[in-house]
T-cell receptor, first 116, second 112 residues
Framework: DQQVKQNSPSLSVQEGRISILNCDYTNSMFDYFLWYKKYPAEGPTFLISISSIKDKNEDGRFTVFLNKSAKHLSLHIVPSQPGDSAVYFCAASARNYGGSQGNLIFGKGTKLSVKP | DGGITQSPKYLFRKEGQNVTLSCEQNLNHDAMYWYRQDPGQGLRLIYYSQIVNDFQKGDIAEGYSVSREKKESFPLTVTSAQKNPTAFYLC???????????FGSGTQLSVL
C-alpha cells in the first residue's frame, strides 16, 4: 500500500509558466515532507522541505504548500525553466512519532518537461 | 569537494554471484543509507546505519547485506539470494537526526 502517492507520472509545461507537482499521503503520522529533484543516471538532490507546523515554505522559484486536512502537498515552480526538466520525488517521514531517522517514504516521482 | 562517491557506476552480476557496491562519504555524516530504485518506482530503503558498527534493515533487506566498519564507508553486498537484483542503487548520508539526505550518483546493477 503506497503511503506517498504522486498520481501524475509526467507533466509538460511551457517555459515561463507555472509547474505544479502534486503529492498525496495516507499516513497521518507523517510530519515532515521533502521534495527531491533527479536527473537521469544521477542521485536525487534535495530541493525544499516543509514541516507539518507550517502550510507554506518558499525558496526562490520553488514553493511547497501543505494541506494537512487533505493530506496533500504541492510543489510550485515559477517561472519554469528548461533546466527544471527532471523527475521530482515527494518524500515523507514521521520524525516525531518514532520514525526511523532518514527512513523517508518516497513517491514514485513525476517527470517534468519544460519546453522552450 | 565534500560528497558521496559510489562505485562502480555500472555493474554486471552473473547468476549465483555476490557483488559489492561501494559507498564512501567525506561529509562527516553519522548516518548512511542504501536505496533501490526500479523503473517507474520510488526509492525503497534497503538498509541504514546511524552509527559505526550498527545498522538496521529497511523495507526490502532480503538478499542484501551491509557493514559499517568505518564512518566514511557503507558497502552493500547483493547476494545470490536476491532473485531480482537489476535496479539502480543509491547510497545516501545525513547528519544524525536529519532527514535531508545527500545522495551519491548511483550504481546501475544488471544481471548477465
Amino acid at each position: 500500500d503506497q503511503q506517498v502517492k504522486q498520481n501524475s507520472p509526467s507533466l509538460s509545461v511551457q517555459e515561463g509558466r507555472i509547474s505544479i507537482l502534486n503529492c498525496d499521503y495516507t499516513n497521518s503520522m507523517f510530519d515532515y515532507f521533502l521534495w527531491y529533484k533527479k536527473y537521469p543516471a544521477e542521485g536525487p538532490t534535495f530541493l525544499i522541505s516543509i514541516s507539518s507546523i507550517k502550510d507554506k515554505n518558499e525558496d526562490g522559484r520553488f514553493t511547497v504548500f501543505l494541506n494537512k486536512s487533505a493530506k496533500h502537498l504541492s510543489l510550485h515552480i515559477v517561472p519554469s525553466q528548461p533546466g527544471d526538466s527532471a523527475v521530482y520525488f515527494c518524500a515523507a517521514s514521521a520524525r516525531n512519532y518514532g520514525g526511523s531517522q532518514g527512513n523517508l517514504i518516497f513517491g514514485k516521482g513525476t517527470k517534468l518537461s519544460v519546453k522552450p | 569537494d565534500g560528497g558521496i562517491t559510489q562505485s562502480p557506476k555500472y555493474l554486471f552480476r552473473k547468476e549465483g554471484q555476490n557483488v559489492t557496491l561501494s559507498c564512501e562519504q567525506n561529509l562527516n555524516h553519522d548516518a548512511m543509507y542504501w536505496y533501490r530504485q526500479d523503473p517507474g518506482q520510488g526509492l525503497r530503503l534497503i538498509y541504514y546505519s546511524q552509527i559505526v558498527n550498527d545498522f538496521q534493515k529497511g523495507d526490502i533487506a532480503e538478499g542484501y547485506s551491509v557493514s559499517r566498519e568505518k564512518k566514511e564507508s557503507f558497502p552493500l553486498t547483493v547476494t545470490s539470494a536476491q532473485k531480482n537484483p537489476t535496479a539502480f542503487y543509491l547510497c545516501a548520508s545525513s547528519p544524525r537526526g536529519g532527514e535531508k539526505l545527500f545522495f551519491g550518483s548511483g550504481t546501475q546493477l544488471s544481471v548477465l
